[in-house]
């Protein structure tokens, strides 16, 4: 059973960073893709970055050229690094599997305010 713990979120001033980390159990990165997630306020969850198994990756267009997705099988953990982030990156952000077929961590609040 795979179990996915994500933190590192945070209150940051727009056009700041932050690195989020999902440490995951059990056969997470055993499937074709993983990627992360986030879920505004009053919005659906949406898919904004993807890594398959050969470390192949894809963004939203709302993020591409800001958010970097990155994995690390040895140490069961996938990373989301966000640069120049903007208040409409405000979210929880959550990883699973593409689709999102484990059970859901419990997110990291990312908020970008001034």
């Known amino acids: 059973q795979v179990q996915l713990v994500e933190s590192g979120g945070g209150l940051v001033q727009p056009g700041g960073s932050l690195k989020l980390s999902c440490l995951a159990s059990g056969s997470f990165f055993s499937i074709y893709a993983v990627g992360w997630y986030r879920q505004a306020p009053g919005k659906q969850r949406e898919l904004v970055a993807t890594?398959?198994?050969?470390?192949?990756?894809n963004y939203a267009d709302s993020v591409k050229g800001r958010f970097t997705i990155s994995a690390d099988n040895a140490k069961n953990t996938m990373y989301l690094q966000m640069n120049s982030l903007k208040p409409e990156d405000t979210a929880v952000y959550y990883c699973n599997g593409i689709p999102g077929v484990f059970s859901w961590g419990q997110g990291t609040q990312v908020t970008v305010s001034s």
């Open positions: 890594i398959t198994r050969g470390g192949s990756t």
